[in-house]
């Protein structure tokens, strides 16, 4: 089992340019979680969601951020023009039930 | 492998009773963070200690770091039946500052009992 695996580990993007971040989940586990980290500052969590289905949204930002996880595929977390301040390392976790594992996250650099 | 591991893995006290959690880390870290998840909802970000820090306090929370032992412990004083939650040690070892290298331990499960 390869766990949970973000891709892809560092991304550069432009002011205005679209980042697509993505996480496979963990064999058998149907629950997704995304949170945002900031420099020198804790996890925020951003969004929750189930197959086909986002079930908590409170953490993402109401405009240019999206998530999914279609039937089949990773989840994406989508950032449309992208500016500096959405510069972060971005996390992946998902669960079944109760137990929960992190991806390695995505480091997210806009320039 | 995990890079920041709690124990116990599960632990039960009486309300009112103080709590301990361990975690144990491998390589040089930057800071050390823990987190609470209550079942089913996001991880909430408790509090951060630095490397060069040896012990923080906020509320009824309390964190030590001994670098030399690779190791950090949280006590919850006065437990609540709310504090019943999962409790994660995260630890941080990307020494330009940034989230890369955070790497999460597998939580303490602690049930406070009324």
């Known amino acids: 089992n390869a766990g949970v695996m973000q891709n892809p580990r560092h991304l550069v993007r432009r002011r205005g340019q679209e980042a697509r971040l993505r996480c496979s989940p963990m064999?058998?586990?149907?629950?997704v979680y995304w949170y945002r980290q900031l420099p020198e500052e804790g996890l925020k969590f951003m969004v929750y969601l189930q197959k086909e289905n986002i079930i908590d949204e409170s953490g993402m930002p109401k405009e240019r951020f999206s998530a999914e996880f279609p039937k089949e595929g990773p989840s994406i977390l989508r950032i449309q023009q992208v500016v500096r301040g959405d510069s972060a390392a971005y996390f992946c976790?998902?669960?079944?039930?109760?137990?929960?594992?992190f991806g390695s996250g995505t480091r997210l650099t806009v320039v | 492998s995990q890079q920041g591991e709690e124990d116990p893995q599960a632990l039960s006290i009486q309300e009112g009773e103080n709590a301990t959690m361990n975690c144990s880390y491998k390589?040089?870290?930057?800071?050390l963070q823990w987190y609470r998840q209550n079942s089913g909802r996001g991880l909430v970000h408790l509090i951060l200690?630095?490397?060069?820090?040896r012990e923080k306090h906020s509320g009824r929370l309390r964190v030590t770091l001994d670098t030399s032992k690779k190791s950090s412990s949280l006590l919850i004083t006065a437990s609540r039946a709310a504090d019943t939650a999962s409790y994660f040690c995260a630890t941080d070892g990307y020494s330009g500052g940034g989230a890369d290298g955070l790497t999460f331990g597998k939580g303490t499960h602690l049930i406070i009992q009324p």
């Open positions: 976790a998902s669960s079944y039930s109760g137990g929960y594992t």
């Open positions: 390589t040089s870290i930057n800071n």
């Open positions: 064999k058998g586990h149907s629950h």
């Open positions: 200690i630095r490397s060069n820090e």
